[in-house]
Nanobody, 126 residues
Framework: VQLQASGGGSVETGGSLRPSCAAS????????TAWFRQAPGKEREAVSGIRPYSGNTYYTESVKGRFTISRDNAKNTVYLQMNSLKPKDTAIYYC????????????????????WGQGTQVTVSS
């Protein structure tokens, strides 16, 4: 199983990026998928996720209205459209996939995910 993350980069405040996470050896729609991020000196935090089949999504409060997660089942890829980026969004972004459909009490816990991408750097300058 491999998750290949790409699409990070450097933008100015207010800019947009669209990281993607392409999976091989595992069908993303069979379990929950999420994006986490980790800034220097901080813990890894859940940013957004999408449940299998229903496609129900969730977002951490700080990105609501700015980020949109989506999944292309034909491409077995999950995207994170990030708009109105702020310097505090600067971090390494990781995609993660679980073999299970995670619920609210478990979806933000990194150890509940079975597979991880390598991370993609997002830098937002002021």
């Amino acid at each position: 199983v491999q998750l290949q993350a790409s699409g990070g980069g450097s933008v100015e405040t207010g800019g947009s990026l669209r990281p993607s996470c392409a999976a091989s050896g595992f069908t993303l729609n069979s379990g929950s998928t999420a994006w986490f991020r980790q800034a220097p000196g901080k813990e890894r935090e859940a940013v957004s996720g999408i449940r299998p089949y229903s496609g129900n999504t969730y977002y951490t409060e700080s990105v609501k209205g700015r980020f949109t997660i989506s999944r292309d089942n034909a491409k077995n890829t999950v995207y994170l459209q990030m708009n109105s980026l702020k310097p505090k969004d600067t971090a390494i972004y990781y995609c993660a996939a679980s073999r299970r459909s995670l619920i609210a009490s478990t979806r933000n816990v990194p150890t509940n995910y079975d597979y991880w991408g390598q991370g993609t750097q997002v830098t937002v300058s002021s």
